[in-house]
């Protein structure tokens, strides 16, 4: 089942790629197997998917341990700072940077380990109370206070759109993140280059790809619907 909806996925990406002209190498599918066991995983695995999100942090780090070592693991959920210690030197991108305290923890753990963390900047575009995200109009007063910090590497945006029934009113919300990522890469900020923007989920990654998505963050149209009433 994973094989043919990987497969449905692939072909609605590269159609997206064409109808907007857009090439694709330049968008990168990660698998959202939050919830799924690590049998799972390795099926997709076993069909070529190296890019996997999880958006909880013992998760990620259980299933790191028994999966295979060139898995590119993205952590996409909101991080507290007490866990950051645990991912910091395991992943290759976190989606879900928010606050300033976040920053500075991932600053102070990425030294400790000797890395560069790379970091995405989430952004709350809709303004929805119930999300996390720095306000549209925070994100560079923001960028300008992390922009010194030496162990992380701010590589661009991500944003959650509203969960709406017609993936078309989304749209907006799309196109601002991408108009924000060229403000910002118009202000020249020092080692701050905006180049990804994670945006689109099963429901809408084919409007965030034609909005200029690099990155999109498909669960359950690979997987199939989750189950929360047993653990991964
Ligand atoms: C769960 C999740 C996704 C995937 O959602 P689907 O609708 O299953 O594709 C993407 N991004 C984030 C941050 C998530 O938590």
Redesign the pocket.
């Known amino acids: 089942m994973i094989k043919e909806q990987l497969a449905l996925v692939e072909e609605n990406i590269q159609k997206a790629c064409e109808r907007s002209g857009r090439r694709r190498e330049d968008v990168t599918l990660?698998a959202?197997s939050?919830t799924k066991p690590v049998g799972v995983l390795q099926e997709a695995y076993d069909l070529g998917v190296r890019i996997f999100?999880e958006?909880k942090v013992q998760e990620l780090t259980e299933k790191y341990a028994i999966l295979p070592e060139d898995i590119r693991w993205h952590l996409?959920?909101h991080l507290q700072t007490n866990k950051v210690k645990y991912i910091v030197d395991k992943v290759e991108l976190i989606?879900?940077v928010d606050s300033l305290k976040l920053a500075q923890t991932i600053e102070k753990e990425a030294a400790k380990k000797g890395c560069v963390a790379r970091i995405l900047i989430e952004v709350n575009v809709a303004e929805e109370e119930s999300k996390f995200g720095v306000k549209v109009e925070e994100v560079i007063p923001f960028l300008e206070k992390i922009s010194h910090f030496e162990h992380i590497k701010v590589e661009g945006l991500?944003t959650?759109a509203p969960f709406v029934d017609d993936p078309e009113k989304n749209r907006t919300v799309f196109s601002k993140l991408r108009q924000l990522s060229v403000d910002i890469n118009d202000k020249n900020i020092d080692n701050v280059n905006v180049s990804i923007l994670?945006m689109g989920?099963?429901?809408d990654?084919e409007v965030a790809i034609e909005e200029g998505a690099t990155c999109v963050?498909?669960?359950?149209?690979?997987?199939g619907?989750?189950d929360y009433s047993k653990k991964a």
């Open positions: 990660i959202v939050k999100g958006n996409i959920g989606h879900s991500m959650i994670s989920m099963t429901n990654y963050r498909v669960g359950t149209g690979i997987f619907e989750r």
